[in-house]
C-alpha cells in the first residue's frame, strides 16, 4: 500500500517563499506528482519527479529524495492566485497508470 | 477545446435512486480514471480503465460500476445511491505516456438526501 503525508494547511504572505513538504511510504517507487487544486475547480498538474534532484518550472520548483521517501513543492513570489491546495500523488507501481493522492495542503496567501 | 466533460455539473438524488455520472475525453486518451473527493480530503480512486473493454476496481469501489464501451467515455453508475456518496466525483484521463499525467474533467456535485 500507499501512505502519504503533507501538512494540511499552511499560511504564506504574498511575494514571499513557501515550501510545502510530501512524505511517502510505499511499496516500490515510479514517480511523484504536484497538482494545483483551487476551491471548487479540478486539479490541474503542476510537475513530476521520478529522479533526485530539484526539477524548476517558472516560479514553481520541485525536489525529490527516493531514499528519504520526500520530496516538496516550492512556491517563490507568491501570489494572491496561488491560494490553492496542492496535491501529492505518488504513481503506483503496478503499471497500471494509478496514482495515489495524499489529503493536500491548503495553502493561504495573505496581503 | 480539447479535454474532458462530465454531466451532470451538480445533482440532488433521492436515496435509493439509479444515478449515472457521465464522462467523455477528446485526446484519445488510452485510460480513464473515477475519483470522488470529500470535503477538506484528497482524491480517491473509484473505479479505472487501461484501455477500451477494460475496467478495474480502486479503493473504494463499493455501490459504483464503470464501463468502457469506447475510448472516449466512461460512465460511472450508482445503481443505489445512499446518503454517504454524496461527494463531488472527477473523471481523469491519461495518455499512458512516459509520466501517467493525469488530466481532470470539471467534476460533478452530488449530493444524496
Known amino acids: 500500500g500507499q501512505n502519504i503525508d503533507q501538512p494540511t494547511e499552511m499560511t504564506a504572505t504574498e511575494g514571499a517563499i513557501v515550501q510545502i513538504n510530501c512524505t511517502y511510504q510505499?511499496?516500490?517507487?515510479?514517480?511523484l506528482f504536484w497538482y494545483q487544486q483551487h476551491a471548487g475547480e479540478a486539479p490541474t498538474f503542476l510537475s513530476y519527479?521520478?529522479?533526485?534532484g530539484l526539477e524548476e518550472k517558472g516560479r514553481f520548483s520541485s525536489f525529490l529524495s527516493r531514499s528519504k521517501g520526500y520530496s516538496y513543492l516550492l512556491l517563490k513570489e507568491l501570489q494572491m492566485k496561488d491560494s490553492a491546495s496542492y496535491l501529492c500523488?505518488?504513481?503506483?507501481?503496478?503499471?497500471?497508470?494509478?496514482?495515489?493522492f495524499g489529503d493536500g495542503t491548503t495553502l493561504t496567501v495573505k496581503p | 477545446i480539447a479535454g474532458i466533460t462530465q454531466a451532470p455539473t451538480s445533482q440532488i438524488l433521492a436515496a435509493g435512486r439509479r444515478m449515472t455520472l457521465r464522462c467523455t475525453q477528446d485526446?484519445?486518451?488510452?485510460?480513464m480514471y473515477w475519483y470522488r473527493q470529500d470535503l477538506g480530503l484528497g482524491l480517491r480512486l473509484i473505479h479505472y480503465?487501461?484501455?477500451?473493454?477494460?475496467?478495474g476496481k480502486g479503493e473504494v469501489p463499493d455501490g459504483y460500476s464503470v464501463s468502457r464501451a469506447n475510448t472516449d467515455d466512461f460512465p460511472l453508475t450508482l445503481a443505489s445511491a445512499v446518503p454517504s456518496q454524496t461527494s463531488v466525483y472527477f473523471c481523469?484521463?491519461?495518455?499512458?505516456?512516459?509520466?501517467?499525467?493525469?488530466?481532470f474533467g470539471p467534476g460533478t456535485r452530488l449530493t444524496v438526501l
Open positions: 480503465s487501461n484501455t477500451a473493454g477494460t475496467t
Open positions: 485526446m484519445r486518451h488510452n485510460a
Open positions: 519527479n521520478v529522479l533526485d
Open positions: 481523469a484521463s491519461s495518455d499512458r505516456g512516459d509520466t501517467d499525467t493525469q488530466y
Open positions: 500523488a505518488v504513481r503506483d507501481v503496478d503499471n497500471a497508470g494509478k496514482s495515489t
Open positions: 510505499t511499496s516500490g517507487f515510479n514517480g
